[in-house]
């Protein structure tokens, strides 16, 4: 419809007439305010009250939901706004870094910088405090070339977090598709759109892409005891998966109460132009998708070939952009790490996996951590994907933290209100000798030694490293691993700089740095299987620490920690120009130092966990200290 007299600033809900008949799917309810799907802006947070409910709250009928509450809700619920679209870009266009040269930092707008000094305060847990020039030098610094912000579209916090003092922090609620959350805006009637564009303007002329992550998979009305917001109240039956037992309920391969019905048209139709929005007029660079499978999903079980996936693959926009899977759901066949088709990357828990277990010392690990660290060709290559295809992480928002993996071997998430059941219990963690905190000084040293070698091997492996936030910075959240309900310190960036903070942020940075000087560490394809002539060496050889070939009975061999990795470019070869250089990555996850012999040749240390790295040409042997990781350089003869 088109209304003349409404500008921008204007307050606006839709009031749906329709049946009202729960058993058959339908919960139309006039009496309640709804939000419009398409609101581009949403005036503030929901505060719950019991008017948002479409049934009587206070009754204890356990069919209490197939009941009409007749309260008026206008005057609880946030209203959508009308805005202004015009904007000066300034030129601004996508950036289009290649997928070789990305390095992802996942954070989330207002914990990277409400305990920041440099950010203007009035400024901190915004979009504008975001992009300001402390945060975007931090960034630069790290050699991060693209920011992935935990989800930005508008939501709602549960009831039940509510009522204990609690917020979804994270974000996983959305309720607004095409809104920008107004948690992070400094201004007001629409102000975050505009604030939104200008972070996005920031960042792209900071070098840096943007990417959001999006959850198309539910929304926040949960199930059929939740809150009348907008869907429900809209078209359930269209926007929900109706349960095959009956419409009164809906199918939950999220978790979270609902699922989004993309069988639909009109449902299908709204994530598309969602997503065609954030590209079109956000200016955003890409997307990570929260429990992806669910959008794949048709009465068939998860097809990698439907309605959803080919319409995105066939968009001209969309087709175009960073796409990026979390490749599993809760429904049958949920589990999809390596089925996503060509043109998505996905988070590659695989990766996750393996190297916590081979650094905390875990035996059998050696075959599965040398196919991730060459970017886990098992997964990608057989499917005609990329090493990019896999994103590789060591942490994420969703678990310990860095430092909480080398501190805790338990959750403690007690604060969160559910007796600590909620969060994984497997974790594949160590504490080095102290659960939590101490000051005892060998335990201490081991442990920022572990975080080095995490974030060496995340840098040194082939795909796409993400880094979550803070991890450069020794960032704990006391052992909580589902922090996910906690808006304070506990889960807010802590920019305090001790020397040990200090000297984690600078070898971070450093083997950022090094992995974008050396086009090795990032080929666009996958090591070939063997030479590339009959005259030639292999490109990728694995070592025992006697300077062999890894044996079949080594690779077997359940305790061996030790690994040594010599990887060789093709001069103006196909994949990038390496100029024939060679490397050796060294790795040891065992309790003790071994010797290495070095291939023929004269080596240069370049990176060295153990230690500062040693100056000048080695030869003969080096000595690979116990759980520590080494790069070495071959240093032609002059």
């Not at 010392?361 to 994907?385: I, N, V, W």
């Amino acid at each position: 419809m088109y209304l003349p007299e409404i500008g921008p600033g204007q307050y606006y809900g839709f009031r749906v007439h329709g049946p009202h008949a729960p058993l058959q799917g339908h919960r139309c309810n006039p009496t309640k305010l709804l939000l419009d799907p398409y609101a581009r802006a949403i005036s503030g947070p929901v505060r719950w009250n019991d008017a948002l409910s479409g049934y009587p709250t206070s009754s204890t009928d356990p069919d209490r939901d197939l009941m009409a509450d007749l309260t008026d809700n206008s005057a609880v619920i946030p209203k959508c706004v009308v805005i202004d679209p015009s904007y000066n870009w300034e030129g601004d266009r996508p950036l289009h870094i290649p997928w070789d040269r990305t390095v992802i930092y996942e954070c989330h707008v207002k914990g990277m910088t409400m305990l920041h000094p440099l950010v203007p305060e009035q400024l901190r847990g915004t979009y504008l405090g975001l992009s300001s020039d402390p945060i975007l030098d931090h960034l630069r610094g790290l050699g991060v070339t693209a920011i992935e912000l935990l989800p930005v579209h508008h939501m709602a916090s549960e009831r039940r977090l509510a009522e204990l003092g609690l917020t979804n922090y994270w974000g996983y609620s959305s309720i607004g598709y095409f809104a920008p959350d107004s948690r992070f805006a400094s201004g007001g009637r629409g102000e975050q759109v505009t604030e939104f564009k200008t972070m996005v303007k920031e960042f792209h002329r900071a070098g840096l892409e943007v990417f959001l992550d999006v959850v198309y998979n539910h929304t926040a009305e949960g199930n059929h005891l939740g809150p009348t917001l907008s869907f429900r109240g809209i078209e359930n039956t269209a926007y929900y998966w109706p349960h095959p037992d009956g419409p009164r309920h809906y199918l939950d391969y999220t978790g979270c109460g609902n699922t989004m019905n993309l069988r639909h048209p009109r449902s299908r139709q709204l994530v598309l132009d969602s997503l065609r929005y954030w590209v079109m007029e956000m200016h955003i660079d890409g997307f990570r998708f929260d429990i992806a499978p669910v959008l794949a999903r048709d009465d068939s079980g998860v097809n990698m070939a439907g309605e959803f996936m080919t319409a995105v693959r066939q968009d001209p926009v969309l087709s175009r952009t960073k796409l990026i899977a979390e490749p599993w759901d809760l429904g049958p066949g949920g589990y999809q790490t390596g089925r996503f088709p060509e043109g998505w990357s996905e988070w590659n828990d695989k990766f996750r996996n393996t190297v916590r277990a081979f650094w905390r010392g875990d035996q059998d690990r050696l075959a599965d951590l040398a196919t991730r660290l060459t970017g886990s060709g098992d997964l990608y290559e057989t499917t005609g994907r990329t090493p990019q295809a896999s994103i590789n992480y060591v942490t994420c928002h969703d678990g310990f933290t860095l430092h909480d993996l080398v501190s805790y071997e338990a959750k403690h998430n007690l604060a969160n209100g559910e007796e600590n059941r909620d969060g994984s219990d497997y974790n594949l963690s160590r504490n080095w000798g102290v659960e939590g905190p101490t000051d005892a000084a060998r335990t201490l040293h081991i442990r920022e030694r572990m975080k080095r070698n995490f974030l060496a091997t995340l840098a040194f492996s082939q795909g796409v490293p993400m880094l979550s936030h803070g991890d450069e910075l020794g960032r704990t959240q006391l052992g909580n691993n589902n922090a996910y309900c906690h808006d304070s310190p506990l889960t807010w960036v802590d920019w305090t700089l001790t020397p040990a903070k200090q000297a984690l942020l600078e070898f971070a940075g450093t083997v950022f740095a090094i992995r974008a000087a050396t086009p090795l560490l990032r080929r666009r394809r996958f090591f070939p299987s063997g030479p590339r002539g009959e005259a030639a060496a292999k490109d990728l050889v694995w070592l025992m620490p006697d300077g062999k070939e890894l044996s079949e009975r080594e690779w077997r061999d359940p305790g061996n920690h030790v690994l040594g990795l010599l990887m060789r470019g093709e001069k103006g070869g196909n994949t990038q120009d390496s100029g024939g250089e060679a490397l050796l990555l060294l790795l040891n996850a065992g309790g003790r130092t071994r010797p290495f012999a070095l291939p023929d040749g004269r080596w240069t240390e370049v990176m060295n966990t153990a230690r500062a790295v040693s100056p000048g040409v080695l030869q003969g042997n080096v000595s690979l200290g116990a759980r520590s990781l080494i790069l070495l350089r071959y240093q032609p003869a002059k």
